[in-house]
């Protein structure tokens, strides 16, 4: 902010003007600017900060998006291109710790990713990408049926099922 000031003297007199600025007050950064600009006679002033507080309470660290609860999350193979696509209610890391369990104790009847690395010998990458974030549990089934779906259209599916029964009418006409 910026504002011209004039001497007691008037106008006629002289026309020696000063500028005046006003800065907030940030302890060592203002002083250090008032004492470059007084040689250029420039006058100095500094407020207060107050805090806003509508904003400081939006400031939070940011969720990990794989400890959100509601996702529809894919987990790919590391050595050939299929890809599991999952639906839980709960976080994806709280799936995929049940997923690796699984895979460590050969239960291939409670996974098809523990299927898929008992069958072929293959390694998971098991980091969890979430493909959709949706907390009502019969969109999220039918978000996880059309992406496994996709998957096997593009026949990389790990899925030994398609999740939710959709309609073909309705599936082609996503398409």
Same mark, same amino acid.
């Given at each position: *902010?910026?504002?011209? $000031? *004039?001497?007691?003297? &008037?106008?006629?007199?002289?026309? @020696?003007?000063?500028?005046?600025? $006003?800065?907030?007050?940030?302890?060592?950064? &203002? %002083?250090?600017?008032?004492?470059?600009?007084?040689?250029?006679?420039?006058?100095?002033?500094?407020? &207060?900060?107050?805090?806003?507080? &509508?904003?400081?309470?939006? /400031?939070? @660290?940011?969720?990990?998006?794989?400890?959100?609860?509601?996702?529809?999350?894919?987990?790919?193979?590391?050595?050939?291109?299929?890809?599991?696509? =999952?639906?839980?209610?709960?976080?994806?890391? *709280?799936?995929?710790?049940? +997923? !690796?369990?699984?895979?460590?104790?050969?239960?291939?009847?409670?996974?098809?990713?523990? %299927?898929? $690395?008992?069958?072929?010998?293959? =390694?998971?990458?098991?980091?969890?990408? /979430?493909?959709? !974030? @949706? *907390?009502?549990? =019969?969109?999220?089934?039918?978000? %996880?049926?059309? +992406?496994?779906?996709?998957?096997?259209?593009?026949?990389?599916?790990?899925?030994?099922?398609?999740?939710?029964?959709?309609?073909?009418?309705?599936?082609?006409?996503?398409?």
């Amino acid at each position: *902010q910026e504002e011209e $000031t *004039q001497t007691d003297e &008037s106008p006629s007199e002289t026309s @020696d003007t000063k500028r005046t600025v $006003t800065i907030p007050y940030i302890q060592g950064a &203002s %002083e250090a600017i008032r004492r470059v600009l007084a040689p250029l006679e420039i006058r100095t002033a500094m407020k &207060s900060r107050k805090i806003k507080w &509508s904003v400081m309470r939006r /400031i939070k @660290d940011e969720t990990e998006k794989t400890e959100i609860p509601g996702v529809v999350y894919a987990v790919g193979c590391k050595e050939c291109r299929e890809v599991y696509v =999952g639906e839980t209610k709960r976080t994806a890391n *709280q799936r995929i710790k049940e +997923h !690796k369990a699984d895979t460590r104790l050969g239960r291939i009847d409670n996974s098809a990713i523990a %299927e898929h $690395t008992h069958r072929t010998g293959h =390694g998971v990458h098991w980091e969890p990408m /979430i493909i959709e !974030k @949706d *907390q009502h549990g =019969g969109r999220r089934k039918v978000k %996880e049926a059309l +992406h496994i779906h996709r998957m096997r259209k593009k026949d990389a599916a790990m899925n030994l099922d398609c999740g939710w029964h959709l309609s073909k009418l309705w599936l082609d006409l996503v398409e």
